[in-house]
């Protein structure tokens, strides 16, 4: 009976680990989906909320973000654009150094679009870490980025509510 509980103890210990190696979050924005997609898709618009970037919304297309923290203008992550639903999800690869070992790992990162009463939902998902160090660093990333992108995004609502 005892071998049992041990066990169960194990699987519940390693299905917790896998848990905890994604990021999920969500942000409510005022504007049409169209105008959020924007912000996702649009290389000057990206480089306002989140990295310099040579992104194309193409598939297939390899680009990259050069982070702020890189000082020496490295890649912060190189990536490639899986999936397009145009106005409803966008996905790519995010290839980085695991802050652990410095080693390098694949990750994914999709973008989903809601439409909601006077807005869109905009959900990131953020997975396939390596080690829980990066999920912590790039969840404390993405909570300063999606806050970024919001104030950035009310800031161009206000102006050309003004205009």
């Not at 694949?106 to 809601?114: C, E, G, I, M, P």
């Amino acid at each position: 009976m005892l071998r049992n509980l041990k066990v169960t103890y194990i699987c519940v210990t390693v299905k917790l680990r896998i848990m905890q190696k994604e990021i999920k979050h969500t942000w409510f924005f005022n504007q049409p989906k169209q105008e959020v997609w924007e912000y996702l898709t649009k290389p000057e618009l990206i480089e306002q909320w989140l990295m310099k970037t040579n992104f194309q919304p193409i598939v297939g297309h390899k680009f990259y973000f050069i982070g702020e923290c890189d000082g020496d203008g490295k890649a912060a992550a190189q990536c490639e654009v899986l999936e397009i639903i145009p106005y409803t999800q966008l996905s790519y690869s995010w290839r980085t150094n695991s802050i652990k070992d410095n080693k390098s790992y694949n990750s994914k990162v999709v973008w989903t679009l809601t439409p909601k009463e006077n807005g869109t939902e905009l959900q990131l998902i953020h997975n396939g870490f390596t080690a829980l160090e990066d999920v912590i660093a790039h969840n404390d990333g993405w909570t300063r980025i999606g806050n970024k992108m919001f104030k950035f995004s009310n800031a161009i609502k206000n102006d050309n509510t003004n205009a």
